[in-house]
């Protein structure tokens, strides 16, 4: 038989280091949930929203003080008397922009008597529940969907952050 060296034993390495963990699938387990349970409290909340305004809200005279066109993110800053006189000053983010508005355009807005300023939409948006049943949909797939996906393959996760650990890793 011929000569050959013998290895030294691997020293495993630690379990706490970010190499192991990053690669062991209870990490993606995690991020997926926390990201799924995001999604659905984000369109619980919204079609909340929708609900209060489609259910309780009361129509209102308003005028347009500010426009601000930022894409994605435009909003207007309307001023509307509520029923009971109060005056409000908001920013109405759900605003139809066809055609564009202008400082001191008239408009009829929709607002919640319980929170006046803080839910409000212009009422040629329409109802807004379907996008928020959507994004509470959205949620429940992707948990479920990447549920499945970790089940299946969690045991090739899992050697892939055994195999960094004692050194046998591919990458």
């Known amino acids: 038989m011929g000569w050959r060296r013998r290895r030294a034993p ?15 699938p209870l990490l993606s387990l995690v991020v ?8 659905v409290l984000l ?11 489609d259910a309780y809200g009361v129509r209102a005279a308003a ?4 426009v601000h066109d930022l894409q994605r993110d435009s909003y207007v800053v309307a001023a509307f008397t509520t029923a009971d006189g109060h ?13 564009r508005p ?7 807005v929709l607002y919640d008597p319980a929170d006046p ?15 928020a049943w959507l994004g509470v949909g959205l949620g429940v797939a992707l948990g479920l969907g990447g549920g ?23 990458a």
């Not at 005056?87 to 055609?99: A, G, L």
């Not at 202008?102 to 009829?108: C, I, M, S, W």
């Not at 300023?117 to 996008?131: F, K, L, N």
């Open 63 to 66: 005028t347009v003080l500010e």
């Open 102 to 108: 202008r400082v001191g355009d008239a408009a009829t």
């Open 148 to 170: 499945v996906f970790l089940w299946r393959t969690w045991s090739m996760w899992r050697e892939n952050a055994e195999d960094w650990r004692s050194g046998r890793h591919f």
């Open 10 to 24: 691997l020293r495993l390495r630690s379990r706490w280091l970010p190499g192991y963990w990053l690669r062991h």
């Open 87 to 99: 005056h409000v000053v908001t920013q109405v983010s759900d605003y139809y922009w066809r055609p």
């Open 32 to 39: 997926l949930l926390l990201g799924a349970v995001v999604f």
């Open 43 to 53: 369109g619980i909340d919204s079609a909340h929203r929708a609900h209060r305004l």
């Open 117 to 131: 300023a803080g839910i409000v939409r212009d009422v040629r948006i329409g109802d807004d529940s379907v996008m």
